[in-house]
T-cell receptor, first 115, second 115 residues
Framework: AQKITQTQPGMFVQEKEAVTLDCTYD???????LFWYKQPSSGEMIFLIYQGSYDQQNATEGRYSLNFQKARKSANLVISASQLGDSAMYFCAMREPSGGFKTIFGAGTRLFVKA | DTGVSQDPRHKITKRGQNVTFRCDPISEHNRLYWYRQTLGQGPEFLTY????????KSRLLSDRFSAERPKGSFSTLEIQRTEQGDSAMYLC?????????????FGPGTRLLVL
């Protein structure tokens, strides 16, 4: 069965520093997609970055990069040059096409950026 | 492109009442998803539409819940005989078959409180 694990309930980072948010997943399907979403206090889920299981290179989107280690089944999010506006909940998620159309989310990590 | 919209943003109701939520997806997206998110958790998948067809339903979607997408555009989620356990954020997302075909874009959510 699909499973997403985020082991860090909360993280602190100093403004302008980089931070890594951990995510591990469990699947037996060779084809899957991994996502990171940001959820500010307003509640809206904001798409950040996507990594396909067959992608050879780690995904990057601006200050966000995904450290994809397939053998370890990890998909950590790296945020460079943290900003105060990065303070939010961050969710790792996975979808297996063979598992239907649902996306499974982790429990999330709350990131606090300190000035 | 105005993004995914949801209405209402907040709903307070008494136990036993029926409520209906609306979701308008991004206009060119033919896939639409409903999720439920309780406090401190990641979103949980409820159901999925491709055009007007409801292709997948979670076991979380009891017989008190019904979702429709009659013309393949907007969707409604109705909860009958609400219970206090239904209090949650209800999120709608949409996606396109273009691009990676998997990335879901979320609306702002409807926060339901059942008294």
């Amino acid at each position: 069965a699909q499973k997403i694990t985020q082991t860090q309930p909360g993280m602190f980072v100093q403004e302008k520093e980089a931070v890594t948010l951990d995510c591990t997943y469990d699947t037996s399907d060779p084809s899957y997609g991994l996502f990171w979403y940001k959820q500010p206090s307003s509640g809206e889920m904001i798409f950040l970055i996507y990594q396909g299981s067959y992608d050879q290179q780690n995904a990057t989107e601006g200050r966000y990069s995904l450290n994809f280690q397939k053998a370890r089944k990890s998909a950590n999010l790296v945020i460079s040059a943290s900003q105060l506006g990065d303070s939010a909940m961050y969710f790792c998620a996975m979808r297996e096409p063979s598992g239907g159309f649902k996306t499974i989310f982790g429990a999330g990590t709350r990131l606090f950026v300190k000035a | 492109d105005t993004g995914v919209s949801q209405d209402p943003r907040h709903k307070i109701t008494k136990r036993g009442q029926n409520v209906t939520f609306r979701c308008d997806p991004i206009s060119e997206h033919n896939r639409l998803y409903w999720y439920r998110q309780t406090l401190g958790q990641g979103p949980e998948f409820l159901t999925y539409f491709q055009n007007e067809a409801q292709l997948e339903k979670s076991r979380l979607l009891s017989d008190r819940f019904s979702a429709e997408r009659p013309k393949g555009s907007f969707s409604t989620l109705e909860i009958q005989r609400t219970e206090q356990g239904d209090s949650a954020m209800y999120l709608c997302a949409s996606s396109s078959t273009q691009g990676n075909g998997q990335t879901q874009y979320f609306g702002p959510g409807t926060r339901l409180l059942v008294l």
